[in-house]
Each structure stands twice: as C-alpha cells, then as structure tokens.
C-alpha cells in the first residue's frame, strides 16, 4: 500500500505539471486562432497535425508508447481545435462557458450544476427532440451524445434558418 501511495503521489505531481503546460499550450492556441482569423486561414491543418504525431513519437524514448502518444496528441489537438473554433465563432472575443470568466481564475460551478440538473431533469421525461439535417448527421450524433437515454427523435429536413 505504501508503494501506491507513493505511486499515486508521483501522479498527482505529473498532473500538477502537465495542467501547466496544457494551460500554457491553450493560451499560445488563442494566438494562433487570432493569426488564422486575421489571415482567414482553416482551423484544421491536416499536414501540421501530422508532423506534430510524426515528432511527437520520433521523440519518444519507449516506442512500446507510440499507440498511445497518437490518441494523446489527437486528443490534445482535437481540444485545440475546438477552442480555436469557440473564438472564431464569437469573432475573436474569448467567451468561455459555464460561468469561467477570463479576467480571473474562479470557476463558478452553479452554472455547471443548472447545465446538469437541467439535462438530467430532460433524461427523466419522455420528451420529443428535432435536429436540423438527415439521419446519421453530426447534429443527431450531438444529440445521442447529449441524451443517456432512449428519446424520441425528428429529423427537420425542411429547417429553414432566420437570420
């Protein structure tokens, strides 16, 4: 037991580490979503994906670890991405949800706690939901993401948006 504490300690020091540094990697990805909006460049960049995996295991001292460095990093892109996105979708104002606000660093989880008591209370009830696009689309994947349960679910072909 006491090796797993010690274990478990290490970890916590580890995370301590890389929340720094992930920290750090999101603020320089706010800069480079405010370069791309100004030189109206695509979010994704496929090429520079791939040679952040390729050097990302190059650099790897146990390559038994390559398989896993890949999910790391594409997890880690996939967040970058979408708070690029977040940015340029509020034209350039950085709005972060559930009650973070940028000029500090508290986290008001009240906001968090109405988000989930409003989804579960929507999980309890036999409710009817509509998704703009087909079946199969990225919205109903959403909304299968966003419901735990079994809902009734309409696909609105004809949606017409207002602008």
Not at 39 to 65: G, H, M, P, W
Not at 111 to 136: R, T
Not at 149 to 161: D, E, H, T
């Amino acid at each position: 037991m006491e090796d797993l504490t010690r274990y478990r300690n290490e970890i916590d020091n580890i995370d301590k580490e890389l929340i720094q540094l992930f920290e750090k990697r999101m603020n320089t990805v706010l800069e480079i979503a405010r370069h791309k909006m100004k030189n109206n460049t695509t979010i994704l960049q496929k090429d520079r994906e791939e040679k952040v995996l390729s050097r990302a295991v190059d650099n790897l001292d146990n390559k038994a670890y390559s398989q896993e460095t890949v999910q790391f990093f594409n997890s880690i892109m996939e967040i970058s991405r979408g708070l690029q996105k977040r940015l340029i979708d509020n034209d350039g104002e950085q709005k972060i949800e559930f009650g973070l606000d940028s000029s500090n660093k508290n986290f008001d989880l009240s906001n968090v706690n109405k988000y989930k008591s409003l989804k579960d209370e929507l999980n309890k009830k036999n409710i009817l939901v509509g998704f703009p696009g087909k079946s199969g689309s990225f919205t109903e994947e959403a909304l299968n993401k966003f419901f735990n349960k079994k809902i009734s679910k309409n696909n609105l072909k004809n949606l017409k948006m207002f602008s």
